[in-house]
């Protein structure tokens, strides 16, 4: 599976942004997809992931409210809408994805980063 995030850019503070990612190679629907961003010298952390099937989503607290995940399995798409966007949300974001319900302890496949930078 091979995974293209893009959507990154520069906002201020209180905008919001879409991401996507675009799967190919693969039998979409049988992956659970999710978010992560890493910010510069730090790990990665865990942002959202959505089910195979769409019916399952789960957020990391310092998002929840604020970011949907969703997919559109047709289009081979997980979408991340970014709303109220905080300067702390500046990182570069990363979709992975995994046959695992909860993407296992490192998902199998990553796509590249898109910066996300948010200005006060």
């Known amino acids: 599976v091979q995974l293209q995030a893009s959507g990154g850019g520069l906002v201020q503070a209180g905008d919001s942004l879409r991401l996507s990612c675009v799967a190919s190679g693969g039998h979409f629907v049988f992956y659970t997809v999710g978010w992560f961003r890493q910010y510069s010298g730090k790990q990665r952390e865990f942002v959202a992931r959505i089910s195979g099937g769409g019916g399952q989503t789960v957020y990391a607290d310092s998002v929840k409210g604020r970011f949907t995940i969703s997919r559109d399995n047709a289009k081979n798409t997980v979408y991340l809408e970014m709303n109220n966007l905080k300067v702390e949300d500046s990182a570069v974001y990363y979709c992975?994805?995994?046959?695992?319900?909860?993407?296992?302890?490192?998902?199998?496949?990553w796509g590249q980063g898109t910066q996300v930078t948010v200005s006060s």
């Open positions: 992975a994805a995994d046959p695992s319900y909860d993407l296992g302890s490192s998902p199998d496949y």
